[in-house]
């Protein structure tokens, strides 16, 4: 940054809703760059006058405040400027997060080629992988029957069963309401299915509500069972008056987990991101009731006046993968930023996650959000993610295929088409390696009852998802279901 100070008036718009990695080194901020930058530090980052920005070399530190700092304050003795005075702290921030981006364009080329090929070898073990299902739309949620059948969802409405080799459809289920992320969601069994028999979903809904004259609807949580072959006794576990459901087709959340006779679930910020601060409203929050419906009594808030009783944090923006760590206890999320900033949280009662007036990420269009990362009061992220990875579906791994894995958390990326396996101790993420890559859009990730690792990847256009596993390179390959 040695270039004559030109002055810029970025303008603040609203996110446009659009996938965040797809719009990596975009947008108003690659303007900043451009007219501030590229003449010292190169077109592409690599350097030129000035010192390359992608090559992992910081003399004055590489973390995100010493890189602020140095755009801040300048190099002394360098011909390296202050902006402040330039930049407000805003454009400042976003000037991180693009170089950020910009660093991880020039990885994936390695890390194809590291994760290519029919054998892959990553983080101590090598594996192949099996496809042993396939969708006809786009798949969102995996689950293990107790004979180690699979259910899984389809976004526009459909619960396929996969057994023996064999695709059967599950009819009767609750119609759904698809509007942009909006459809069928999570699958799960009761702990105790065996006995009660008890299948929970969750889907979008739309009842009749309307918002600035178009349609609105809202996240929903039921369940039932299935008698042969169809859907029924469906009870309604959560949903949400309709005076607060939206017409936005974003931000549905979703995931399930249980734990000694409650359920844990996620719901979205549904486009209205102020909302994820209000604990009258349903968005983004993660809520706690019991497996039946019922209201615990212990909640966070459910003797605060005008408060929704089954909160159980807020401040999330989109929830997209949950799971409870079998070692300690502790609840994990994985959620989605905008522009960079996806987290993976340690969800706490009655805590705040800080979206929107605290995030790593910036708006889709280029534009910075806000210049803060932390404030008092506010939970951080144990692990955030510049640019967006597109987090999805997790899981802590409880097989002994790849005994090294064993007890790690696996974490699906849909835009990066990666999945990442997370080392976790003492409550910290002290390891993130990427061990597959490039073989489509990771939605969801389970730990079979088989020991292997099983994926739901979507890919093409129209999306179809495919169920594949991930086996150790010795083992043989056994059945396929259509």
């Not at 290519?116 to 090598?126: C, D, K, N, Q, T």
């Not at 459909?158 to 009819?171: H, S």
Request: a negative charge; proline letters at 4%; one cysteine or more.
């Amino acid at each position: 940054m040695r270039t004559a100070i030109l002055i810029l008036t970025l303008l603040i718009s609203a996110p446009f809703q659009a996938n965040a990695q797809n719009r990596t080194g975009e947008g108003e901020v690659r303007q900043l760059y451009d007219n501030n930058c590229s003449g010292c530090h190169g077109e592409n980052l690599a350097g030129g006058s000035g010192a390359s920005l992608i090559d992992d070399e910081w003399i004055h530190g590489s973390d995100d405040e010493a890189v602020a700092a140095s755009i801040r304050n300048g190099i002394p003795d360098t011909e390296m400027p202050a902006w402040a005075g330039t930049l407000n702290e805003k454009q400042i921030r976003s000037m991180v997060i693009f170089l950020r981006e910009m660093k991880a364009k020039t990885r994936q080329g390695q890390l194809l080629s590291d994760l290519e090929g029919e054998v892959v070898s990553a983080a101590g073990h090598s594996y192949t992988l099996e496809e042993v299902g396939r969708g006809e739309g786009l798949l969102w949620s995996i689950a293990f029957t107790p004979d180690s059948a699979m259910l899984v969802t389809q976004r526009d409405g459909v619960l396929w069963r996969f057994e023996d080799g064999q695709r059967t459809e599950i009819e009767g289920i609750p119609e759904v309401w698809q509007r942009g992320q909006g459809g069928l969601f999570e699958v799960a069994f009761h702990p105790d299915y065996a006995d009660n028999g008890w299948i929970y979903l969750s889907y979008s809904e739309h009842t009749g509500a309307q918002e600035r004259g178009k349609d609105a609807g809202m996240t929903r949580v039921v369940r039932g069972k299935i008698v042969d072959g169809r859907w029924s006794e469906q009870e309604t576990l959560f949903k949400v008056d309709e005076a607060h459901h939206t017409s936005a087709g974003a931000h549905f959340g979703s995931r399930f987990v249980f734990d000694d006779g409650y359920l844990f679930f996620g719901i979205g910020d549904r486009g209205r991101m102020e909302r994820a601060q209000e604990l009258d409203r349903p968005n983004g929050k993660i809520y706690r009731i019991h497996d039946n419906g019922r209201v615990p009594t212990d909640n966070p808030f459910v003797d605060r006046e005008g408060a929704l009783p089954e909160i159980w944090s807020y401040g999330h923006r989109n929830p997209q993968g949950l799971d409870m760590d079998p070692s300690t206890g502790l609840l994990w999320e994985s959620e989605h930023g905008p522009r960079g900033g996806d987290e993976i949280n340690l969800v706490e009662k009655g805590r705040n996650y800080g979206w929107p007036v605290i995030t790593y990420g910036m708006n889709y269009n280029g534009t910075p959000m806000t210049d803060e990362t932390h404030r008092e009061g506010l939970e951080q992220p144990k692990l955030y993610w510049v640019p967006s990875i597109a987090v999805a579906g997790i899981d802590f791994y409880e097989g002994d295929a790849f005994p090294g894995w064993t007890g790690k958390l696996l974490v699906g990326g849909m835009a990066s088409q990666e999945l990442h396996l997370l080392a976790i101790e003492d409550g910290k993420v002290t390891a993130d390696d990427i061990i597959l890559k490039g073989r489509g859009r990771v939605r969801d990730v389970a730990s079979g009852p088989d020991g292997f690792i099983y994926l739901l990847l979507n890919d093409g256009s129209p999306r179809t998802g495919r169920v594949v596993r991930m086996i150790p390179a010795q083992e043989t390959v056994s059945v396929r279901a259509r």
